[in-house]
């Protein structure tokens, strides 16, 4: 137990984040057992050893384990947090829970014994916490760290601390709230680098961003879809060139025949992958309103822009940047869906949204809100485009 603790003092003490996320306000940590998901590069580590720094530092009552830690190959966790609990211990932050073989089994036990014990577990965007552990569905709380949302990336590199708002307030008062961020700082001077490298906090790091990125890519794919999945190894570079291929096609509705054929597989097995990387948040789908999966999405876009520049650079076009970016931003309180003729989307119950490059033309429609690219300050319901980056 002392070398869990020495691990733990050192990881804290040495813990200096330089963005505090949003969500360390949204969580109701008096919650005693809380599931944090997020795909890889989003900072899930950090963020729960900056909980830790916050609220206990190295008081002993708090402690950090990774369930990569050998220690687990051989020992269980309710062992472990029994020991835990007899020494005083109240709050628990268990890393890569979904590394650990009985977890969810593990975990009801610990909240069943333990009453006075408090769990954070942080897993892959692929677990299904709800749908497929009946054991946890109803006794955990779930929560979703996103990447930084462009706000977030502006305050880091500005040295601001703009709040966030909701779409309603952008909608009315987009004018002076605009005008307020504008007083301080030019917003679009920083939105090419956040649509290039700002979705993972680990541009932050001195190393290859691109390269970076690809690494965590490869680690979506072969340890979150392959492992959590239980998929075949040799079904690997199926699953990378269907990623491949959907890059290089841009947001249009998938072939599946065609992508059966290229990859040689079922086109159900196709509409499988999809979805895997659906949940890897490598790609979302894209659905007229009253569809979902399993039928075939409408348009499949890469979950963030950053992707887009990693995968296939050559071949980056703006509009499809933008679009991925009002996507992304909108993804994580709104629903999107499919827009009609004269609108890029339909978010929620009636929305209307069009996404415009610098030189689009258009015919203003007032059922229509225009979220345009290269705006600093709108007028009526035509937005700055970066505006909705203050989402979260």
């Known amino acids: 137990m002392e070398s869990f603790y020495r691990t733990h003092c050192h990881l804290v003490e ?12 949204e969580i109701d940590w008096n919650d005693r057992l809380i599931g944090i998901k997020g795909t890889r590069g989003v900072g899930k580590t950090t963020f729960l050893l900056q909980y830790a720094k916050e609220k206990f530092g190295t008081d002993r009552s708090c402690l950090y384990i990774n369930m990569n830690n050998f220690y687990f190959s051989q020992n269980n966790l309710v062992d472990f947090a029994r020991r835990f609990v007899e020494e005083g211990g109240k709050v628990l932050l268990i890393d890569q829970m979904f590394k650990y073989a009985d977890w969810s089994h593990d975990l009801r036990i610990c909240y069943e014994s333990f009453p006075e014990l408090h769990i954070v577990f942080t ?5 299904r916490l709800k749908e497929e552990n009946p ?3 109803g006794i955990t709380k ?4 996103r990447g930084l949302s462009f706000r977030e990336f502006l305050n880091q590199q500005s040295g601001h601390s703009f709040p966030p708002y909701m779409l ?8 002076r709230i605009a005008g307020e961020i504008l007083r301080e700082v030019r917003p679009l001077d920083y939105l090419q680098d956040y649509l290039h490298h700002g979705f993972y906090p680990f541009f932050l790091e001195k190393r290859n961003f691109s390269e ?3 690494k965590t890519m490869n680690m979506m794919i072969e340890v979150d879809i392959l492992l959590i999945k239980q998929i075949e190894q040799k079904y690997l570079s199926k699953i990378k060139k269907l990623l491949y291929l959907l890059a290089v096609d841009g947001p249009v509705a998938p072939n599946v025949s065609q992508l059966a054929t290229e990859i040689q597989t079922s086109r159900a097995t196709v509409m499988n992958y999809i979805k895997y990387l659906a949940d890897a948040r490598l790609i979302n789908m894209v659905y007229p309103k009253g569809e979902e999966f399993p039928k075939k999405p409408s348009k499949l876009m890469m979950h963030n822009s950053n992707l887009m520049y990693a995968v296939y650079p050559v071949k980056v076009n703006k509009r499809d940047v933008l679009d991925t970016f009002f996507m992304n931003t909108m993804y994580k309180d709104h629903k999107l869906y499919k827009g009609d003729k ?3 989307f339909l978010v929620d119950d009636g929305l209307h949204f069009r996404i415009c490059t610098e030189d689009c033309k258009f015919k203003n429609n007032p059922n229509v809100y225009y979220a345009l690219h290269k705006l600093e300050q709108g007028h009526g319901n035509e937005i700055p485009l970066w505006l909705f980056g203050f989402l979260y």
Do not use: K
């Open 212 to 214: 970076n990125l690809l």
């Open 342 to 344: 004269g609108s890029s």
């Open 14 to 25: 040495h813990t200096n984040a330089s963005i505090r996320r949003g969500l360390m306000d």
């Open 135 to 137: 054991e946890l569905g």
């Open 168 to 175: 309603q307030e952008i909608l009315d008062n987009h004018e």
């Open 123 to 127: 897993g892959s965007s692929v677990m």
């Open 142 to 145: 779930v929560y979703y760290l």
